[in-house]
């Protein structure tokens, strides 16, 4: 009896070990519509939404802030970029 109950649980700790880990994984996956590349100062970063283009500034230390990229000419960088 005792070595079916051991059976069942490391079962049940098997299944849920592998339910946890894919979805993980799915959540990765739907991450990716953000990518980021390290600033010169340590909580800056420049974000691009791969889905728009459009590139942000983000700033997180106690908190977050961020704000759309501005090129020289007043437009935001990279909106409209992505080829679809």
Same mark, same amino acid.
């Given at each position: ?58 700033? @997180? ?21 992505? @080829?679809?």
């Amino acid at each position: 009896m005792k070595n079916k109950l051991n059976l069942a649980a490391a079962i049940w700790l098997a299944a849920l070990m592998l339910a946890v880990g894919c979805g993980a994984q799915a959540g990765a996956e739907q991450n990716l519509r953000f990518t980021g590349e390290q600033g010169s100062e340590p909580y800056v970063r420049v974000v691009t939404d791969n889905a728009t283009g459009c590139k942000y500034g983000l700033y @997180s230390n106690s908190g977050t802030a961020w704000t759309v990229l501005y090129g020289t000419d007043g437009k935001p960088l990279g909106c409209g970029e992505v @080829s679809k």
